[in-house]
């Protein structure tokens, strides 16, 4: 049976629309190989605890370590700056910097002896204080001593633990991981401090949470940096471990978790 060109036009047309449309890809997400948008997570849209829940990104200095998450370090933040609705790279803190304040203090003791000597004489204490007899021709003593400052030393300030950096510990060194519902996402870190550039990065991140999740029999130090908008106590921290891990079945669990409020 032959068909019309009438008939074959029509049959062209009706599997035209009958198309599946095809999803059109975010063009960041083609240029960097992962959805890093606030949409996303972040890159972490299950939350730690979660069945499945992957950290989103590696922050740190060693990127060879985490070859399967995108490394914020390198030639891939200038590809994330074009982006800025993606998550940004932060600015690493200071390699072994400490902030160091000198405080100089002069103490000077004045000794005044009145007495029938002829010779001046010079004591020199373990303090740097000096002493100094003034001859008189009285026979008579009295003395009359004036101290002021006397020590001069460097001492090393860092921050209180009332102010760690800009953020205030509100727990530290717990056994659990903050579950909340303000959650931004999550990853992984070397320090906390990189945990704390990580924050100061993202728009409304306002309380970090770093522990150690240690899952599996070989499992990594690596630090688990977890970023919320709101401060949170040690109440919040219900998430110990317990999920089976794929592969060999052991059962996680969480220590050394702290948490920080980052301060207004």
């Not at 009706?14 to 095809?22: E, Q």
């Not at 059109?24 to 960097?32: G, L």
């Not at 770093?210 to 977890?226: E, F, M, R, V, W």
Request: hydrophobic share 30%; proline share 9%; glycine share 10%.
């Amino acid at each position: 049976m032959k068909l019309t060109f009438t008939t074959l036009l029509t049959a062209i047309l009706l599997s035209a629309s009958t198309a599946v449309a095809i999803p059109s890809i975010d063009p960041a997400t083609s240029a960097i190989g992962f959805d890093l948008s606030r949409q996303n997570f972040f890159g972490a849209p299950k939350r730690p605890g979660q069945p499945g829940a992957k950290p989103g990104w590696y922050f740190g200095r060693h990127p060879e370590r985490h070859p399967k998450l995108p490394c914020l370090s390198g030639p891939i933040c200038k590809v994330l700056s074009r982006y800025p609705k993606q998550l940004q790279c932060p600015r690493p803190p200071p390699v072994g910097s400490t902030t160091t304040t000198t405080t100089t203090a002069t103490t000077t003791t004045t000794a005044t002896v009145t007495a029938t000597v002829t010779d001046s004489v010079t004591v020199t204490t373990t303090d740097s204080a000096s002493t100094t007899p003034t001859p008189a021709s009285s026979s008579s003593s009295s003395s009359s001593t004036s101290p002021t400052s006397s020590a001069s030393s460097s001492v090393p300030v860092g921050p209180g633990p009332g102010n760690e950096g800009g953020y205030t510990p509100t727990f530290l060194n717990e056994i659990g991981a903050t579950e909340a519902g303000d959650y931004l996402t999550f990853g992984l870190v070397d320090t906390i401090d990189d945990c704390k550039a990580m924050c100061n990065s993202v728009q409304g991140c306002g309380f970090i949470n770093t522990y150690n999740d240690i899952n599996g029999k070989d499992h990594s130090p690596q630090l688990t940096c977890a970023l919320f908008t709101k401060c949170h106590t040690v109440r919040e921290s219900t998430n110990v471990g317990g999920q089976s891990q794929i592969g060999d079945g052991t059962i996680n669990f969480v220590i050394r978790s702290d948490g920080y409020c980052k301060n207004a």
